[in-house]
């Protein structure tokens, strides 16, 4: 599922990509703006002036001949896991993988992914959430900005396809091809060990690289059973069904699909929400790992369920989850 916290920073003007999602609009329609913590805008202020001046720069002029796609794709992989990557996998980019009126060029997807801790997941919504996604937004960032560096300096180009606001790939149809998990009832990949709770990001190339493949850990078999995640949306937004109409995911089953009218208006007054992910019972492995820190967490967490606000559709469906581009250019 793509969240707004996923996509509301606003963006450099001037691009010819499409018409931008309006999120002044949006956020008119349901009342206004309601969420500011100082430290989510901090972090929002330093992806925006820090990250987005480093998505480009100068690729090596003489290519590092690899042995084999294998030796490429093992040589990427530990650099992205030296530079903060929890997960990593890679595929093949089809044209499904790229958001409408965008264009890619380059071959593969690495998919990176981090973890976020459990402990800030206590009480959802709070703060301490809301918080806790951005600075790993913030800190994937730093991730795929440093793995892109280290692939140029291979002699090849790429692109960084950043965690929030400016990307051309779909994370989560890449992530799923690249094994990083199956797609819950509540629209986020889960990760047979880390579960639901980690963020994703991508670094597109076209080096010559193995690819991995989707996996089919019984986790999409196991939501059709359990409804922690349905019984727990205060908004009433995941569904009880799978839908026909939303698509297939990577084992061929019918998808979930999240009344986003439903879950938006009640995620944007209430911390970012996100209490889909740390209620899902995906999650034991990372309470395990939390305990051996020695900090005190909870088994469950408190899901504060306050009186969702109307649904509200108010911007039309075909400008639905499309925002600009950075007016940037691509060295090939
Ligand atoms: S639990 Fe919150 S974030 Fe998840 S679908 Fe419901 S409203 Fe949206
Ligand atoms: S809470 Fe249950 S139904 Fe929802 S995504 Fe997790 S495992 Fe699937």
Redesign the pocket.
Known sequence: ?N?PIDIEIDIAAGTTSPPAFNWDEWYEGIGGRSNAIPEVMEYRRRIQEEQYPRFEGPVAPVRHPFASPEEAAAAVKAKAEEFGADIVGICRIEPSDIYRGRSVTETYAIAVGQRMRWKEFQV??SEAAGIECMRVYHSLGETVIRLAEYIRSLGWSCSVEHPIGDSDLLHVPIALKAGFGELGR??SIIHPKLGPLFRMGSIATSIPMAIDHPIDAGIAAFCDKCRA?RI???????PDHRSPEAGKDHLGNDRYM???G???P??AR?N??????P?CVYNHKEWARDFETGEPTKIFPE?VMVE?PPPFDGVEQERRHQYPRLNRTRPK
């Open positions: 599922m969240t959802v919504p509540h629209g995640c727990y949306c205060p908004a009433n937004a995941v999240i009344d986003t439903r879950c938006f009640y995620f209430n970012y929400c996100s209490a889909c992910l209620v899901v969702p």
